[in-house]
């Protein structure tokens, strides 16, 4: 990737000497450019809606905490941080709330994401190892998705994983919902929720009664197997009793099976659907536990890999962002405590683990906690119970936020908002999934007075008294200090990164994608080559697992199981990738994904506008029916936020239920129910700001953002009077020249403002006929004079005798939509590549590909039905 000379601009390109992804982009990285600029960024301190400089909120900050800690003892304060911050800001973080200020309180939204692993990595390995890399992924002859939407979600992965495919590698993915990695697989098991410890338990049992397990291996470097045995044998494991219980087919068991036991080169990826549940961890040993049984770890192409999300998920396990681990890999024992205590100096070091996500939120909420700093994620919308979560924040004495956008929902309930530096500007190191350090590196100035997470952490820390522990002046200091500490007495911790001590500001400049440990030779690609794990006796353990449902099973009263995750272009919460109007075409709103038959019943049809309910709360979205769902499930993506899609949050709806050890919550699993909302109305609004609904209208709204404007949504069950204080509000600010038409009899009402020769808004409302499409009206707002034609036919909503583009974007790394994949099919193309030829679709990072290849085949599926 290269800065452009003028200002802000970039031209994004993958680094192609980049081990981790050999220059390769997902639409997301694609689309960086478009959300580097300064637009909705916050520039300034805050307090409340007022701009302050630095010193007066960092004393504020430090004053408050420094109160609060003496009346009411250390525990009364929290961070919660983020896998979005680097090591450096990660590491200052946690030495301040548990070096410092001494308690365990700081946790982060790993907890949300990785905590199950990271507990099956420690029973199983003795510290949270991850044992492979990527370059596993090329080598596997198979490879096993477990609750992984790799097409999705890891796309430069899976695109050389494709690759390896197409040299023979088999693909099995386990995942109730036929999503666009399973449709690709050669095997898809659409599991009954939850059934996974279940499902992996079969297999176990099923390579032992096979004579497949590797006895060696196990004699020589596995302690456990004869208390996994035992566990084993209280179930029937015959596969058909485990394909009944999981609800998949007899024969498809038996596959998946047969390939396992005769593949030695397996990868078993597993991510969100193993980690995210309440038997997070017992998935985790489940699938952790084959691997040591035959052996398949440690070596080329072979091994248990948890696949990590965010770009420094890994960073913040590794310096102890989780409340439940002191610092490197060291927990609260006396003797790491001691250890640490040594390295930090500190007045106070923390005594015992804090307090975890779900159970800090509480806190807040009883009062407990009474002054949080929350840095680099958005917990109002991504923790489970978010109304919960939001309430509580309203309700405490002082909450701090550090974000580098302006406006987020939890930013809105900050008493003091601080701006930090975003993708673009900060400057350290992060490590992925494969335990690789990459330094990321700055690309333009600090932008109005933003400051670097560390540096601003540090300032607080100092005004609280404790600079001499935080002089840091850049952040190689701070990576120093940092590698120092792995290396600090260590007489057999894996994470060591030694060597990195004494690292030179030029070399840090400098530094080379490393996966640690890192020793004098350099990196270390795989872990546990030899046989021997991070335990006393050096053997790896395998964890005894029980099968048991999902924490809350679904009930008359809710009898459909609501699953939660992400879409193809969104990340999160949207704060950056809604800055790319591109990325919001696949999906450009809420939705819910019904089976058919469950939606049939109910009078729900595609498109239409559903409830969602569950004991927790209620949401709106539109229906999308597809039998790529499990009967009996329905899925939410987890982004849209108050900014976007009020009622459309998945959150407000999860059970806060959590994994017993890992804290980690069942965001895949919420007991729900599904009716259709039957709207009386419907609109929307273009415009070229973004709008919010005024509080006390009853109706459903929601943004989606455009090229040039911004299209707003509505719909509303309410009467004409509703309807009627809905325009209000929407034109009542409203000047310069109008067009207006209106037709009583059949509910219509369109409505066009012009600002001299621009197209300023436009407004549609309906109560019986449809609406045009959105596309060619919300193109005009690009123009700088509207033409007398489009001026004419303005109030149509379409061009006269022209049809335009319409449908969902396909390929948004270029733009292309549905209509033309398939006028490109129509027009003979018949495979993946030659779509790519005539469209451009899915020659940039090749996420749509499992989309188009379903186009195609859907059409080869009509011809053959007509023929
Ligand atoms: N586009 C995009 N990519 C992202 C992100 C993003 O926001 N957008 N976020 C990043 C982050 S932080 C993360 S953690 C990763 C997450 O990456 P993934 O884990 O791939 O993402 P999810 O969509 O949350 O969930 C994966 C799958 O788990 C399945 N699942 C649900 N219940 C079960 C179950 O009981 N058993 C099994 N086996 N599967 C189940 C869901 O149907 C879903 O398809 O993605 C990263 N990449
Ligand atoms: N229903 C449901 N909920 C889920 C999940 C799910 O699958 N289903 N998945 C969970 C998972 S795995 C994850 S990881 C979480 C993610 O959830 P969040 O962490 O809440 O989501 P983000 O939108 O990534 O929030 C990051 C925030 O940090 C800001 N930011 C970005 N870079 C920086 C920086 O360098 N410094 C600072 N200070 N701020 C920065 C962004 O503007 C944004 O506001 O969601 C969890 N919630
Ligand atoms: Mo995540």
């Known amino acids: 990737m290269k800065a452009a000379p003028d200002g802000r601009a970039l031209t994004i390109e993958g680094d192609a000497d980049h081990p981790a992804n050999l220059g390769r982009l997902c639409s997301k990285g694609s689309a960086l450019g478009k959300t580097v600029g300064l637009e909705g960024r916050l520039l300034h301190p805050m307090i409340g809606g007022r701009r302050t400089s630095w010193k007066d909120a960092t004393s504020r900050i430090a004053d408050k905490f420094s109160e609060t800690i003496a009346r009411h003892g250390p525990d009364s304060v929290a961070f919660y941080v983020s896998g979005q911050l680097l090591t450096e800001d990660y590491y200052a973080a946690n030495k301040l709330m548990k070096g410092f200020i001494g308690s365990g309180n700081i946790d982060t939204n790993s907890r949300l994401c990785m905590a199950s692993a990271v507990i099956a990595h420690k029973l199983a390995f003795g510290a949270d190892l991850v044992p492979g890399c990527y ?26 994983m494709e690759a390896a495919r197409a040299r023979g590698q088999r693909h099995v993915v386990i995942d109730p919902r036929r999503t666009d990695t399973a449709e690709s697989a050669d095997l898809h098991l659409a599991l009954a929720p939850q059934t996974d410890v279940r499902l992996w338990n079969g297999l176990l049992a099923d390579l032992i009664r096979r004579g497949a397990v590797d006895r060696a291996y196990i004699a020589a470097h596995v302690a456990g197997f004869a208390e996994v045995e035992a566990e084993l044998a209280k179930a029937d494991q015959s596969p058909a009793a485990v394909a009944a219980d999981c609800g998949v087919p007899l024969a498809d068991l038996e596959r998946f099976f047969a390939m396992a036991a005769e593949t030695p080169r397996t990868v078993s990826l597993f991510s969100m659907g193993a980690n995210q549940s309440a038997q997070g961890v017992a998935k985790g040993s489940a699938i952790i536990n084959v691997h040591l049984a035959t052996g398949r770890i440690g070596k080329p192409g072979a091994c248990p890999f948890s696949i990590t999300g965010q770009p420094n998920a890994m960073g913040g396990r590794e310096t102890g962002g989780m409340a439940t681990t002191l610092a490197g890999h060291m927990d609260f024992d006396p003797e790491s405590r001691a250890r640490v205590a040594r390295f930090w100096g500190g007045p106070r070091l923390a005594v015992g683990p804090g307090l975890k996500a779900v159970d800090m939120f509480d806190a807040v909420a009883d009062g407990r906690i009474k002054a949080i700093w929350i840095m680099a994620t958005n ?56 335990r690789r350090i990459s330094r990321q590196r700055r690309l333009f100035d600090p932008p109005g007075e933003a400051r670097a997470d560390w540096r601003i952490i540090a300032d607080v820390a100092a005004a609280m008294g404790f600079g001499e522990g935080f002089g840091w002046r850049g952040p190689a200091q701070v990576f120093r200090e940092w590698a120092r500490l792995t290396a600090y007495e260590n007489t057999g911790r894996i994470l060591n990164l030694g060597p990195l001590a004494a690292i030179t500001p030029q070399a840090y400049e400098a530094l080379e994608p490393v996966q640690w440990p890192v020793t004098e030779a350099g990196g270390a690609a795989r872990l546990f080559t030899d046989g021997r794990f991070q335990t006393a006796d050096g053997r790896a353990r395998m964890v005894p697992t029980t099968a048991r449902g999902p924490a809350d099973a679904v009930t008359a009263a809710f009898p459909l199981a609501l699953n939660t995750g992400r879409v193809r272009d969104h990340w999160h919460t949207m704060t950056r990738t809604a800055l790319a109007p591109e990325l919001c075409r696949h999906a450009p709103e809420a939705y819910v994904e019904i089976h058919p038959a469950d939606a049939g019943p109910l009078g729900i049809t595609e498109g239409a506008l559903t409830r969602i309910q569950t004991l927790q709360g209620e949401a709106v979205a539109t229906a999308q029916l597809s039998d790529r769902q499990r009967r009996g499930s329905i899925f939410m993506p987890m982004h849209w936020t108050e900014a976007f899609s009020p009622s459309g949050r998945a959150n407000p709806l999860v059970a806060p239920r959590v994994d017993a050890r890992s804290g980690q919550p069942e965001f895949k699993h919420t007991p729900a129910r599904v009716r259709a909302y039957r709207e009386t109305w419907r609109g929307f609004l273009l415009a070229r700001d973004a709008w919010r609904a005024p509080a006390g209208l009853d109706l459903i709204w929601r943004r989606i953002p455009q090229t040039a404007c911004q299209l707003h949504e509505f719909a509303g069950r309410g009467d004409e009077r509703e309807r009627a204080a809905l325009h209000k509000a929407l034109t009542g600010k409203a000047g310069g020249e109008s067009l207006r038409y209106e037709d009583a009899a059949a509910g219509a009402l369109r409505e066009a403002w012009l600002d001299g020769e621009r197209l300023d808004r436009v407004i549609f409302f309906t109560t019986s006929g449809a609406l045009p499409p959105r596309d060619w009206l919300a193109d005009l707002f690009a123009a700088e004079t509207l033409t007398s034609a489009n001026r004419l036919a303005l109030l149509i909503g379409r061009q006269p005798g022209q049809a335009t583009e319409t449908g969902p974007t396909v390929c948004a790394c270029l733009g292309v939509r549905a209509q033309r994949i398939d006028a490109a099919i129509a027009g003979g193309c018949t495979t993946f590549d030659a779509i790519g030829q005539a469209t451009g679709a899915g020659t940039n990072c090749g996420s749509c590909r499992p989309e188009i290849v379903r186009m195609i085949a859907a059409t080869k599926g009509e011809i053959r039905h007509a023929a």
Do not use: Q, Y
Request: net charge negative.
């Open 135 to 160: 370059e596993d992924l090329d080598l596997a002859d198979l490879v096993i998705f477990s609750g992984h939407n790799a097409a999705w979600t890891h796309p430069v992965l899976f695109r050389r």
């Open 379 to 434: 917990p109002a919308v991504s923790m489970p119970d978010a109304s919960k979560v939001r309430a509580a924040l309203e309700a405490c004495p002082f909450v701090v936020v550090s974000d580098c956008m302006a406006e987020t929902d939890t930013l809105a309930l900050a008493h003091i908002r601080l701006p930090a530096l975003a993708w673009g500007e900060k400057d350290g190191t992060v490590t992925n999934s494969e």
